[in-house]
């Protein structure tokens, strides 16, 4: 016997080892189908021969038309929609499968399925096969849910899919598409209608640039832009910033901000939430204005330096509009001009700048030369351990000791009461070291154009820290104030005569 022919036909097998013949058990299936009197649809009928003729292995699943009572347990409705309900399943036999043994097709114990069941009403025969068509593509594409064939509500008459039991892991329960994030079983339009139905300001532009936002998500893990009732907020006690156009305060949102709950397959709020609530004077911005200055907060969605924004609110006794923000925005923006901090020193250079131009009006040195020059130096500061030169009143001085002279220059010892300026970290200000050790390097006899050059020399060739300039008011003398260690580096060779080749050398 010719063992690559088949048992019941004389072509040669299609598959080899499995003693499965293309024309046997497309002529099985034809009879069986017949047998069964099948659908009583005609194009239905056709149908599913048509699938049944595209089988080319015993590995391919066999399209079947299902008698509605070989399904069992048909009790818990997944979904609903205008068109289709979906229910869960068993089938009694299960499907068809090629059993290697017997060389056959056999059915195994009950299975669990999917029925999708269509509204007859609303769909002829041709749309219902249409909407089958989309699970019977590409056999391999472990995405699209393997269909096993078509049923029929004896008493409603509507058509049914019967699905792989998967359908769940791949389609959303609401509109039937494929998840737009599978991993997460998550349908962007879906979640987008939702999101529409779940607010409103009262603001057309608010609205809509809400919905704006809320249509950019792209995965489950994106934040959702959102309108926050006010009344969602409490313990509204502490000022965090104030400036002419905005305070900003810390406060608990009750709900807390939205997430994807991957079991629940559905939007959640958690416990409550510290946000920053940074509210904007209605009479000093436009709804324009407003939302231009929400938008900074919205962009670069990986953006770890931008601090979160939430959505919007209102205070409802004010009509001010209010930002809802992660509560790191005290720890990433500035408080006086909103700006986000270049770095970690919570240091924003504009307002600090700003605040020593208008602190220049506290001071004067009475001489226009000197308060340009400290004024200059003030103003190219670019980081917050950058040193700030200052004019320092000499009352500000204690316990001033000379320790060596020359003849164009004197070194003394003294201490500064205030102490220089230092960026405190933890509180966001400068702050000022009392009791400060320093060296003052008196230079006589020189006019201001000949002083300010000479501090110029320090400031390039000093690796010492350079607080500022101060005047003796008897003698009109200008004064540089230096670190203290200048006198450490330098003063430990200052006796007799040599003090003063040291001083001239180092002047």
């Known amino acids: 016997m010719d063992r690559r022919k088949c048992k019941k036909c004389p072509t040669l097998r299609t598959w080899e080892g499995g003693w499965w013949c293309k024309p046997c058990q497309i002529n099985y299936l034809k009879e069986n189908f ?32 299902i008698p509605y009572n070989q399904v069992n347990e048909i009790d818990k409705v997944i ?19 090629w059993n290697w043994i017997e060389s056959e097709y056999s059915r195994g114990t009950s299975k669990k399925v999917v029925l999708k069941c269509l509204d007859s009403s609303l769909h002829t025969t041709d749309e219902f096969l249409d909407k089958v068509k989309a699970y019977t593509v590409e056999k391999l594409n472990l995405i699209t849910p393997k269909i096993y064939g078509i049923s029929q509500n004896p008493v409603t008459k509507d058509y049914i899919m019967v699905l792989n039991n998967n359908y769940f892991e791949t389609y959303c329960v609401v509109c039937d598409k494929i998840f737009t994030k599978i991993v997460h079983k998550w349908c962007k339009p879906c979640q987008i209608n939702y999101l529409k139905e779940n607010f409103i300001s009262g603001n057309e532009k608010i609205d809509n640039f809400i919905q704006e936002m809320q249509t950019k998500i792209e995965s489950p893990l994106d934040r959702i832009f959102e309108w926050i009732p ?9 000022v965090v910033s104030k400036s002419d156009s905005a305070i900003a305060y810390s406060a608990k949102w009750k709900d807390g901000p939205l ?27 436009t709804t324009d204005e407003f939302l231009d200055k929400v938008k900074p907060y919205t962009v670069v969605e990986l953006n770890f330096i931008t601090p979160k924004i939430y959505g919007i609110s209102q205070n ?21 001009c909103d700006k986000i901090f270049k770095d970690s020193y919570k240091w924003c250079k504009p307002c600090q700048i700003n605040y020593l131009k208008v602190n220049f009006t506290n001071w004067t040195s009475e001489n226009e030369e000197i308060d340009n020059f400290i004024q200059g130096m003030q103003l190219k500061i670019i980081y917050p351990t950058d040193l700030i030169f200052e004019w320092i009143p000499y009352n500000q001085f204690s316990n001033i000791k000379i320790i060596g002279a020359g003849d164009f220059v004197k070194l003394y010892l003294a201490k500064w ?18 009791d400060k050790n320093v060296a003052l390097i008196c230079l006589y006899y020189y006019s201001t154009n000949i002083f300010l050059n000479k501090v110029k020399e320090h400031l390039i060739n000093n690796n010492f820290e350079i607080y500022g300039i101060t005047q003796n008011p008897k003698t009109k003398d200008y004064i540089l104030v230096i670190q203290n ?7 430990k060779m200052y006796c007799g005569n040599c003090s003063q080749n040291i001083l001239m050398q180092n002047t």
């Open 230 to 238: 006010y009344n969602q907020f409490n313990e509204i006690e502490k």
């Open 259 to 285: 997430f994807w709950n991957q079991y629940k397959l559905k939007y959640s709020r958690g416990s409550s939430e510290k946000v920053v609530l940074k509210c904007m004077d209605n009479s000093l911005h």
């Open 316 to 336: 409802p006794d004010t009509k001010d509009y209010i930002m809802v923000l992660n509560n790191d925005y005290d720890e990433k923006c500035c408080a006086l």
């Open 417 to 434: 009461k205030n102490g220089p300026l230092y960026w405190d970290e933890e509180n966001n200000i400068y702050i000022r070291k009392f």
């Open 485 to 491: 260690e200048y006198y450490m580096e330098y003063g």
């Open 34 to 65: 017949i047998n069964r009197r099948a659908s009583g649809n005609e194009k239905i009928d056709d149908f599913i021969q048509e699938m049944q003729l595209k089988i080319d292995s015993p590995y391919d699943r066999v399209f079947e038309w």
């Open 79 to 97: 979904s609903k929609s205008d068109f289709a309900i979906v229910y869960s399943a068993k089938w009694k036999g299960g499907p068809l499968f």
